[in-house]
């Protein structure tokens, strides 16, 4: 089965710290993504990546990056975090290049920003 | 840009019936239109999925329709159950590049 895992099921920080989410997935896939999950919003997406060191940016990038050095693994940063940035995150990976994969979900990082 | 409305927003059955729930979509170019489960305190997972070439597909309880003339496509869960209980959401892909999710559909099944 595919699994993929995030670093922190449930993470509070400050305002202003800088925040690392990590996914990793144990399938060799080449997309991968980063969405956020707010209620009453479903899932919007913030990045994504079709290969190492490659990124594109999805609906809602604006103060989120990301970091893809090796292929198992993404991660999304929050450079200076800010209370509106408090949500679900999910992180995804799907096996190749093209929108028509099934994508396969962690479990998700809850993310607190005080 | 481009969108997909979802409706309803939460739906409560009781067990034994059906549930229906509806997108629409804009990007004519869309060919491929998945549908999603999330359980409580899990990531959504693939339950479902229909392409652009096909007007419906059954998967045991689950059945998906598409509509491509009139942009929109619908999940069918017939004879209901507890476990069916969950946030289900439509997708579809936008110009060949993402997926776009719907807002989400809550389902309630009581028994």
């Known amino acids: 089965d595919v699994k993929v895992t995030q670093s922190s099921r449930y993470l509070v920080k400050r305002t202003g710290e800088k925040v690392f989410l990590e996914c990793v997935q144990d399938?060799?896939?080449?997309?991968m993504f980063w969405y956020r999950q707010d209620p009453g919003l479903g899932l919007r997406l913030i990045y994504f990546?079709?290969?190492?060191?490659?990124?594109e940016k999805g609906d809602i990038p604006e103060g989120y990056s990301v970091s893809r050095e090796k292929k198992e693994r993404f991660s999304l940063i929050l450079e200076s975090a800010s209370t509106n940035q408090t949500s679900m995150y999910l992180c995804?990976?799907?096996?190749?290049?093209?929108?028509?994969?099934?994508?396969?979900f962690g479990p998700g990082t809850r993310l607190t920003v005080l | 840009g481009e969108n997909v409305e979802q409706h309803p927003s939460t739906l409560s059955v009781q067990e034994g019936d059906s549930a229906v729930i509806k997108c629409t979509y804009s990007?004519?170019?869309?060919?491929?239109f998945p549908w999603y489960k999330q359980e409580l305190g899990k990531g959504p997972q693939l339950i479902i999925d229909?392409?652009?070439?096909?007007g419906e597909k059954k998967d045991q309880r689950i059945a998906v329709t598409l509509n491509k003339t009139a942009k929109h496509f619908s999940l069918h869960i017939t004879e209901t159950q507890p476990e069916d209980s969950a946030v289900y959401f439509c997708?579809?892909?936008?110009?060949?590049?993402?997926?776009?999710f719907g807002k989400g559909t809550t389902l309630s099944v009581s028994s």
């Open positions: 995804a990976s799907s096996l190749s290049p093209g929108s028509t994969d099934t994508q396969y």
């Open positions: 399938m060799d896939h080449e997309n």
């Open positions: 997708a579809n892909n936008q110009a060949g590049t993402a997926l776009i």
């Open positions: 990546s079709y290969d190492v060191k490659m990124k």
């Open positions: 990007d004519s170019a869309s060919n491929y």
């Open positions: 229909i392409r652009s070439n096909v």
